[in-house]
């Protein structure tokens, strides 16, 4: 009995000690339970445990896109920019709505050549099988034995930009009245024609006036093409024109009289028909860059004269100044020239287009045979433009950059590549783009600044 009685108290004692340690535990943890969490930030920055990821600066390229558009992250950010589209000027709006959204936002300052490549199964904006009555068949890719043309499918999206979307009716409602010139070389013949393309869907169009008789573009009789082109759409005497000048130099004949003469290629004075006809743009869009080699000049035999003299005659000039002396005093005379035009002129130099020879250079065997879009990443984060030359040329100028350089390097599959119509052995064209393709974004990032 007494041993029973012992075992008891014990056991009456060890049950109220339980009690009392739970009432104990319960009263700490709803006094403070903040105490313990107070432990969690320590332990995430100790272990480096992510809050938020932000691919966007981790590197200047995303060397996976595909990865990178399936992730999470991206995914929410782009049901955000689908429903910000929906809610804002998009596709079928004018373009006076986006104006009033731009109004008091980031676009006074943005950066329309920073962001990224997205895929859009909206693409293209015509189809590449059509289009012929503006399209060159030497860019008519899908007219070619390339199979496949998954570069057409990529929209670009700007990091800090409302982008509106193209709508052609709405950009002719927009140039109603007004003239919109490129001036420049192939390249800018290719941003032409695809602007013509996009304007007609691709489509054939009867009612667009030729008017190249009233700018002097009529070919000559053993010619092999006009000098240019110009195209009126009657309905809102929107006119598109097309000027070749690939240096945007004067070229002047040494001796009229002589067939076989030297070009006088004046770095230091624009184009004879730029100043004639400056008056008659709303819209001018100038580029150079790939013609500024010895072989160029000397096949067109071109001369280059500074203050109406040879600059060669002692030794001579190097072909990168040369080219730095005209992009500069081209940007100089048209900045002096706005003030006085009475159409409200804009003018944008648009940035060098890159090119993509591996192994070789055009006519040493070089190509450009990758197929997959942006293999090399899809984004751009720098802030200058890579074209350092066109960007320092227009500082403290109101001529306005159109910066395509970095966003199209990017895209090296989207190139004509080896299926040229002219199928020459071992050679590729990985200067000029397929169309659709690289160039119609040049377009949409020109039209969203105009």
Avoid at 167 to 190: H, P, V, Y
């Amino acid at each position: 009995m007494k041993g029973g009685n012992i075992i008891r108290v014990r056991g009456g004692h060890l049950s109220i000690a339980l009690v009392v340690l739970m009432f104990t535990t319960i009263l700490l943890w709803s006094w403070d339970k903040s105490y313990f969490a107070s432990f969690l930030p320590l332990t995430r920055q100790q272990y480096m445990i992510p809050l938020s990821v932000n691919v966007a600066n981790s590197s200047s390229t995303s060397t996976n896109p595909k990865d990178e558009i399936g992730n999470s992250e991206d995914k929410m950010k782009e049901r955000s920019n689908n429903r910000d589209e929906k809610e804002q000027p998009g596709k079928g709006s004018d373009y006076s709505d986006a104006d009033s959204i731009s109004k008091g936002t980031a676009l006074s300052v943005c950066n329309y050549a920073k962001g990224r490549w997205v895929e859009d199964n909206r693409r293209p904006w015509y189809s590449g099988l059509g289009c012929k009555q503006w399209l060159s068949i030497m860019w008519a890719c899908r007219l070619t034995k390339r199979k496949d043309f998954s570069y057409e499918g990529y929209r670009w999206q700007p990091e800090n930009c409302y982008m509106p979307e193209f709508e052609r009716s709405s950009f002719l409602r927009r140039m109603q009245n007004k003239t919109l010139a490129f001036i420049g070389d192939s390249l800018g013949r290719q941003q032409f024609q695809s602007l013509m393309c996009m304007l007609t869907g691709g489509e054939e169009s009867p009612e667009v006036e030729d008017v190249g008789k009233e700018y002097g573009l009529a070919k000559a009789p053993r010619a092999r093409r006009p000098d240019g082109w110009v195209y009126r759409f009657p309905d809102t005497n929107t006119t598109i024109l097309y000027y070749w000048s690939a240096s945007l130099s004067d070229l002047e004949p040494i001796n009229r009289t002589d067939p076989a003469t030297n070009i006088a290629m004046h770095l230091d004075q624009p184009p004879a028909f730029m100043r004639k006809f400056l008056h008659e743009f709303n819209v001018l869009v100038l580029n150079t860059g790939h013609h500024w080699n010895r072989g160029k000049l000397e096949a067109n035999r071109w001369v280059m004269y500074v203050d109406g003299k040879p600059v060669e005659e002692k030794k001579p000039l190097d072909m990168g100044k040369a080219k730095n002396l005209t992009v500069y005093s081209i940007a100089k005379w048209l900045d002096s020239q706005l003030p006085r035009h009475r159409r409200n002129l804009k003018v944008f130099f648009r940035t060098i287009s890159p090119r993509h020879f591996f192994n070789g250079d055009w006519n040493t065997g070089g190509s450009c045979d990758n197929m997959i879009p942006m293999s090399g990443g899809s984004e751009v984060v720098q802030d200058g433009s890579s074209d350092i030359v066109v960007e320092s040329a227009l500082k403290g100028t109101k001529v306005k950059i159109l910066d395509i350089t970095a966003i199209s390097q990017l895209r090296d599959e989207g190139h004509v590549s080896r299926y040229t119509r002219r199928a020459i052995l071992n050679t590729s064209d990985c200067l000029h783009w397929c169309l659709p393709g690289i160039p119609d974004t040049w377009n949409e990032l020109l039209l969203a600044q105009i």
